[in-house]
């Protein structure tokens, strides 16, 4: 080490020690200010009242100023002393704030948590998911972003994501899931549309039409579950328009060129219809690689309430297992 | 995107691809180095295994073997899906093992071969990335165990659910059989090099591979009546795979590994499937283009 790096050091020690110093005496003051009685503020703060006295000392000749009037018998706070109050205060609750952090650092449970929704899932749900998360953990920062199931697969196993909400089918080895919710999404036409006559559609009323979906790449499971089912109740699409967006959806809907599948929206112009019978089941979850972390955990269990509350999603417990027809080319170990 | 990712995304797999000349070396690849689940694909090293063997004298190929209905394993093809007892050659039962990747036929070449001989064999040939975990009985046991079921009807009905694949060993490669598509193509340019074995022996396996019945995954890709695809496929819940050889008529010859598992969690999977011809021909494509392109694609 060079003597200049010797005493940058040094310089760096005073000027840390200066700033712990400032600090403590302007708790000192603030002590002083809520008591107005020096021998209840030095009883308060766990010290004598001579070295107390010596401290504000200090810190008036310090700030060229005086922050008490000790001139009667009662202690008072200075015009200077009542303007310098809320900053000693928020610099004294700060500092803390800043020690608890890193007390919380060094035993690792601090915190930020990254998590991803998928771009359908609507506005106020994801509203309250991050209000409730908030409210709830005011110390976690959370960065949501949208993402799509393949997508959050990916994160997910790159550790790029901590918590995903994404929908079955999914399978990728060192993933967890929640519980698996349900939501039977109902279609959204055109005003003009004439199925709207109807308090319910089937699914083979809207036979011959076209049917917008999220991209396959994006949502594989969801994708060819939702054309399967469609195909089995004799819904076969004229043509699968592919919308990431919400926005892309509602427009293709609203221009007239197709219909699509989801929950109830408000949008002028377009009509909300259940599906009757309720033929499809979309399943979603949440999702996080290896064992859940306190936050990630605390996380999914909010993702899950909020899905059921404000979602309106259900809890049917597992899925319904699908019957598999067994085929030679497509056996174990085929 | 890259060619090739966006071929395995838009069928909603995850995709490892390794593609070389045989003849040249050079190459295209995907992941090429990373772990992948081998399932049935074992039964090449397994095939290797068993005509080194024979060269050593250990083992008759034309030996007759009887295998009894009891105990098999369970399987839809060749003497798996038999309800009586099956004599036959070993030779034979090896022909079953790759053209309908008969698990029965399989375990009844690797009693007598033993686990440790194939992966001694593996180790023998640098193929160090590669390793044989189980018999086919062996990897349906630990399937049931950690399924939580008895019997393979059952089990084949359980594993279209997440949460019950999320638990199965056999699709971590670290706990199953395992390999990389480069160990794989390295293996059979020693095949069709006739490195891996003798001459004789390596003519066998080519021949075994080149009668495989399957046409949906990396044949698919190449329909053209002047080349040969030879190949072993791999299947296991979500994961969908083949290694092989796509011979032209000039000559040219190709040794291709694509290892799949796909997001979805249903038991058929064209996608997946048609993925595989379309991602080797890509790259069996860009190994014969004129210029000397990226090594990967």
């Known amino acids: 080490m060079s003597n200049t790096d010797i005493k940058l050091n040094a310089i760096n020690v005073w000027i840390s020690s200066l700033l712990m110093d400032l600090v403590r005496h302007l708790r000192y003051f603030v002590v002083i200010a809520e008591e107005l009685h020096f021998g209840n503020a030095a009883a308060r703060l766990g010290m004598a009242q001579p070295p107390l006295s010596q401290r504000v000392k200090r810190l008036e000749d310090e700030l060229g100023v005086r922050l008490f009037d000790r001139s009667s018998r009662q202690v008072r706070l200075t015009d200077a002393g009542r303007l310098l109050l809320p900053e000693a205060r928020e610099i004294v609750a700060r500092t803390e704030r800043i020690r608890e952090l890193m007390a919380r650092a060094v035993r690792g449970d601090t915190a930020s948590l990254r998590a991803a929704v998928p771009p359908d899932l609507g506005a106020s749900v994801l509203a309250a998911l991050i209000a409730r998360f908030r409210a709830g953990h005011p110390d976690v920062r959370l960065t949501p972003t949208e993402m799509g199931t393949s997508d959050q697969v990916d994160a997910l196993l790159g550790g790029e994501l901590d918590l995903g909400v994404l929908r079955h089918p999914v399978a990728a080895a060192g993933l967890g899931f929640g519980p698996i919710l349900v939501q039977h999404p109902g279609v959204l036409l055109r005003e003009e549309d004439e199925l709207t006559t109807l308090a319910t559609v089937h699914l083979a009323d809207l036979a011959g039409r076209e049917l917008v979906l999220p991209p396959r790449a994006l949502e594989p499971g969801l994708h060819d579950e939702t054309l399967a089912g469609c195909r089995r109740h004799g819904f076969v699409p004229a043509e699968v328009r592919h919308a990431v967006h919400g926005q892309f959806m509602i427009g293709l809907v609203l221009a007239g060129t197709a219909v699509a599948l989801g929950h109830r929206t408000d949008v002028p112009g377009v009509v909300w219809r259940p599906l009757a019978g309720a033929p499809l089941a979309w399943r979603i979850s949440t999702a996080w690689r290896g064992e859940p972390s306190g936050h990630v955990a605390g996380f999914a269990d909010l993702t899950t309430r909020v899905l059921r509350e404000d979602a309106g999603m259900s809890d049917e417990g597992a899925p319904p297992r699908t019957w598999v027809a067994p085929r030679p080319a497509t056996g174990f170990l085929s | ?297």
């Open chain 2, 1 to 297: 995107m890259k060619q090739l990712e966006q071929i395995f995304r838009t069928a909603g797999v995850t995709g490892w691809l390794h593609a070389v000349d045989i003849d040249t070396g050079r190459e295209v690849g995907l992941g090429a180095d990373e772990p992948v689940v081998l399932a049935s694909v074992f039964k090449v090293p397994l095939l290797v295994a068993f005509y080194r063997q024979a060269e050593r004298g250990l083992i008759d190929p034309a030996e007759r073997v009887t295998v009894s209905p009891e105990g098999r394993p369970g399987g839809g093809t060749g003497v798996s899906a038999m309800l009586d007892e099956v004599t036959a050659s070993l030779r034979d039962l090896a022909y079953l093992t790759i053209s309908v990747s008969d698990n029965a036929s399989a375990d009844t070449l690797l009693a007598r071969v033993g686990l440790a001989e194939v992966n001694a064999a593996l180790a023998d040939l640098g193929l160090s990335r590669t390793w044989v975990e189980h018999s086919c009985a062996g990897l349906f046991t630990a399937m049931r165990e950690d399924a939580g079921v008895a019997d393979m009807a059952e089990l084949s009905q359980m594993t279209t659910d997440p949460g019950v694949l999320a638990r199965l060993r056999v699709l971590d490669p670290a706990r199953t059989s395992r390999s990389t598509c480069r160990d794989m193509t390295r293996l059979l340019g020693l095949i069709w090099r006739d490195e891996a074995a003798g001459p004789g022996s390596c003519a066998a396996v080519r021949r075994l591979m080149g009668l495989q019945v399957w046409p949906h995954r990396l044949a698919s890709g190449f329909p053209y009546d002047d080349v040969a695809v030879s190949g072993k496929t791999g299947t296991l819940p979500t994961i969908r795979n083949e290694v092989g050889v796509i011979e032209y008529p000039d000559g040219g010859r190709y040794a291709i590994a694509v290892f799949t598992r796909s997001i979805g969690t249903a038991q058929n999977q064209p996608r997946a499937d048609a993925a595989i011809g379309t991602a080797a021909r890509v790259a069996v494509d860009h190994l014969r283009a004129p210029f000397v392109g990226p090594d990967t694609i």
